[in-house]
């Protein structure tokens, strides 16, 4: 009996081990397939994101191209722009003209194309049969041909062939122009490799051949990208060689994924607009292949432990597992956190970025319509005087707006890159609030606005300071405080000396207003780049949202600080705290020119009824034959004779070929071929005569910040007027030295 129950002990204790191992096996391939698909599933989601993040770089690539593009068969179209009638009195001429237009734009090639297919280079006249392949599509009536060329010089180039302006050149009409770009040459202005992300784009056309390449090697051009790779490359499942060239070839869209050098890498195609060409992005995705490489030794660490725990208890593995499931699921979810919150990250900037772009154009468009539409209503209307002097005005005073749009955003670009500095100077805070009250109490009357002024500060306070950056504040505010006030309504101005502490004066300022005030959630929101409370504050009262922005950064600057307090529909108080150094010595500050307006106007008018420089020599050093003829008006319509030097050399020629006392002034550019502004001031200050050092040189310049002012100065430059020019500024500069 004993041996039967030991017998059925045993037949027992058999069968539940056999069923436990079969249960522990079934288990364990349960948690195998799991933990393969998984792995699936997870390098699938990789992919899908992989492909989203290269779709939309390959489409940023792709926008910049056409971008590029653009902006290079404009800049051919109006090749022949200065092109004059000597130019076209020979072919010698013709020749140089293409020469000189070739140089100067850095050119591998440069044509012009007759109505009858022949075409004209530096080197001579030709027929464009079998040689330029955009030729006979443009005398078809096409206004633009892209081609790739290995015929006209030897050497493979990108050729733009575009419409121009027709010109008459013998018997035959120029009518389009032909400009040969080397593929480097594209390549550094279509921007193909972004460092930060590793990656890198290539334009090839579809048989796969290079086109350009993004390190800028000429010599790979027309090699081709799918033979090497079917050659080099090691293809993930589910890709192959073929497959991309076939995809590409039938114009489609997409990703493929290999191995290259040992670098795994994805690679996205999409194809451009012109000419069938395909810009192809690819990058090495080693962190994410780390990533996937870690999930997988992580599971595999799990399955052995499974296995190990599974001889010891099937509730043992399913308890790791459990715990190693749970693991997962939580790093998922914070990697999904993290990938949503950049995500909506990333919408924001989108968004704040067309946001700002929309309301750009808007406000550049609005003063260019004005610009535009009474320039047309004034040519229409030449005999009438009293309507072209109105239309004139209203071109002023919308020029002066698009100025000002234009200064924001530059400033703001400056101070974003932090390459804007302080030029500290002697100044005086009397002389500076004096201007701006004018300009203030303008904009007040304008507006029908009480303006307030309260000040306390010693009127012979002299410290050192920014005239031009404490002006730009001090205007900011009031530009600010106008626009939201209605009229009827009140602004304030409250400046008063808080303390003087280590030789610092701090000056304490307030603008009030009572206009519509600011909600509490969007108080810090108004002092951000490219920011305004809401888009209905936009539409109502327009701006870029750049000068609160503006204000913040030069106060901070100047190591002070600037709060607002508001109350929506009570108005708003801006409070400034800025530290100014004591300037050492007593005497007077250095004059402050804060752009008052009507100053300027006022000294324009009285010279140019009294002829006040009649009899002065002016020597106009200007490259742009526009700018020259602008500046000579302004300057003759006061009395003086004008002289003309094109670039800095030839100005630093007449000068010395010139009787000593000649010239009474010149006006120098900065940026000029041949020579620039300041080595022809250094080198005219530089001359064996007497008045070499005294004669008054004024930079007239679109390098309008105070580090350029002050790299004038260095120069030995008497004055710095930035462009568009002020004529009511240039006579005063020219008062100034008049007396030398």
């Not at 698909?37 to 056409?66: C, K, N, P, V």
């Not at 869209?253 to 810009?279: C, M, Q, R």
């Not at 901070?556 to 400034?576: D, K, Q």
Request: with cysteine; hydrophobic share 40%; glycine share 8%.
């Amino acid at each position: 009996m004993k041996e039967g129950k030991f017998s059925f002990s045993n037949k027992k204790q058999t069968s539940v081990m056999a069923a436990a191992a079969v249960l522990g096996l079934l288990i364990f391939s349960l948690l195998v397939w799991m933990v393969r698909a998984d792995r699936q599933e997870t390098r699938r989601t990789i992919l899908d994101i992989s492909d989203i993040y290269l779709a939309e770089m390959a489409d940023q690539m792709a926008g910049h191209f056409d971008t590029t593009m653009n902006s290079q068969f404009i800049r051919v179209s109006s090749i022949t722009a200065n092109i004059t009638e000597a130019d076209l009195e020979s072919m010698e001429m013709l020749q140089a003209f293409i020469r000189d237009r070739t140089v100067k734009n850095a050119y591998a090639f440069v044509a012009f194309l007759e109505d009858n297919g022949d075409y004209y280079t530096s080197e001579g006249h030709f027929s464009a049969d079998g040689r330029i392949e955009g030729a006979k599509a443009l005398l078809e009536g096409q206004d633009k041909y892209l081609e790739v060329n290995s015929v006209l010089t030897g050497n493979t180039m990108i050729l733009l062939s575009s419409e121009i302006p027709s010109v008459m050149f013998g018997e035959h009409r120029l009518i389009a122009a032909v400009v040969g770009m080397t593929p480097s040459y594209l390549g550094e202005r279509l921007s193909l490799y972004r460092e930060g992300a590793n990656a890198y784009g290539n334009i090839i056309d579809t048989n796969g051949n290079y086109i350009i390449r993004h390190d800028g090697d000429d010599g790979a051009v027309g090699r081709n990208l799918f033979d090497y790779l079917e050659e080099q490359a090691e293809f993930d499942e589910g890709y192959a060689s073929s497959m991309l060239r076939d995809n590409v070839g039938q114009g489609g869209t997409g990703v493929t994924a290999f191995t290259l050098e040992g670098i795994h890498k994805y690679l996205y195609y999409i194809p451009l607009s012109v000419n069938d060409w395909y810009i192809c992005v690819s990058m090495p995705y080693g962190k994410l292949d780390e990533r996937i490489g870690e999930l997988s030794s992580s599971m595999t660490r799990v399955a052995m432990t499974v296995i190990l725990l599974t001889a010891v208890s099937i509730l043992g593995i399913a308890l790791l597992y459990s715990m190693v499931i749970w693991q997962k699921n939580r790093l998922l979810a914070r990697e999904k956190e993290s990938t949503e919150q950049a995500l909506k990250l990333a919408e924001s900037a989108s968004m704040a970025k067309s946001e700002f772009l929309s309301r750009m154009s808007h406000e550049i468009r609005t003063p260019l319509n004005g610009i535009i539409g009474m320039n047309h209503i004034a040519m229409h209307h030449l005999e009438d005087p009293e309507r072209v002097s109105d239309c004139l005005n209203k071109i002023d005073m919308s020029s002066r707006h698009l100025l000002a749009l234009l200064n924001d955003v530059l400033d703001m670009s400056k101070v974003e890159s932090g390459k804007i500095e302080l030029c500290p100077e002697k100044i005086s805070m009397k002389m500076i609030l004096e201007q701006m009250m004018v300009i203030a109490s303008s904009q007040a009357a304008d507006k029908n606005i009480a303006f307030h002024v309260e000040s306390s500060v010693d009127d012979s306070l002299v410290v050192l300071g920014d005239s031009l950056r404490i002006s730009q504040i001090i205007s900011n505010l009031f530009s600010n405080a106008f626009k939201f006030t209605e009229a009827g309504g009140q602004v304030w101005f409250r400046i008063r000396e808080e303390k003087v502490q280590d030789g610092r004066h701090w000056l304490h300022f307030e603008v009030e207003d009572t206009g519509c005030g600011i909600a509490p959630e969007n108080l810090d929101k108004i002092f951000s780049p490219f920011e305004q409370e809401g888009s209905n504050v936009a539409r109502k009262y327009g701006g870029t949202g750049l000068g609160l922005a503006i204000t913040r950064r030069f106060v901070e600057l100047m190591g002070g600080s600037i709060a607002v307090r508001s109350e929506p529909g009570r108005g708003s108080l801006f409070l400034l705290d800025i530290p100014f150094p004591e300037a050492d010595g007593a005497g007077e500050a250095d004059s402050a020119d804060c752009g008052g307006q009507p100053e300027n106007e006022e000294n324009e008018e009285i010279c140019l009824e009294q002829k006040q420089f009649a009899g002065k020599r002016v020597l106009i050093v200007e490259d742009n034959e526009l700018n020259r003829e602008i500046t000579a008006e302004i300057v003759q319509a006061a009395g003086a004779w004008t002289d003309m030097a094109e670039n800095g050399k030839i100005a630093v020629e007449k000068f010395a070929a010139s009787p000593e006392g000649f010239y009474d002034y010149i006006l120098m550019d900065i940026l000029m071929p041949e020579m620039d502004g300041y080595e022809a001031t250094k080198k005219i200050r530089s001359l064996d005569r007497s008045d070499a050092g005294t004669v008054p040189v004024f930079a007239m310049t679109a390098n309008a910040f105070a580090e350029d002012v002050e790299k004038s100065r260095r120069a030995g430059m008497n004055a710095h007027i930035s462009k568009p020019v002020s004529a009511g500024e240039l006579y005063k500069q020219m008062k100034n030295f008049s007396a030398r």
